[in-house]
């Protein structure tokens, strides 16, 4: 186990941002569903646009990790980028159409109130819709899932 992940201001650190850390067993895909599904993902990807001798990968990743993360999730209706830092991106076109900066506030305190309820009120809803299509998946996966049949036999 990494020290890191057990240190007490490893600790303290995701007891202070309100962090749910969570260990995953090793080379067990099971373990940790949503890593995986967004591996998945990635992978569908960035094999529709990989080379023959799949050398490009690296320089395909950057363009797949941001088109993800700017494409609203069904079960928490945002972006994950949003979800992050409770703003969506600003796109270099977004600066062509209106090269004027936004005004600029100066007060921090403002800015961290405002970022802090906003991120909060995000989350719960984006909890909310989570919760709101478990019932879904799990039916999904129990279509999907296939029962075991054994035969009992003597020796």
């Not at 305190?109 to 009120?121: H, N, Q, V």
């Not at 019932?135 to 054994?150: A, D, G, N, S």
Request: proline letters at 5%; hydrophobic letters at 30%; charged letters at 25%.
């Amino acid at each position: 186990m990494h020290r890191l992940s057990t240190s007490a201001a490893f600790q303290q650190f995701c007891s202070l941002l309100e962090i749910g850390h969570h260990r995953a067993i090793p080379h067990h895909s099971k373990g940790n569903g949503a890593t995986e599904r967004t591996f998945r993902t990635f992978h569908a990807v960035i094999s529709k646009y990989i080379n023959k001798e799949h050398s490009d990968w690296d320089t395909i990743l950057p363009f797949t990790t941001f088109s993800y993360n700017n494409t609203v999730h069904s079960t928490t209706g945002e972006t994950p980028f949003f979800l992050v830092f409770g703003r969506d991106p600003t796109l270099t076109i977004d600066r062509i159409i209106d090269p004027a900066p936004a005004t600029k506030r100066t007060d921090i305190g403002w800015f961290k109130e405002s970022l802090t309820t906003t991120l909060r009120e995000v989350w719960k809803q984006a909890a909310h819709g989570h919760g709101k299509h478990k019932p879904r998946t799990r039916r999904k996966r129990m279509k999907e899932r296939k029962v075991q049949t054994y035969d009992l036999g003597i020796g």
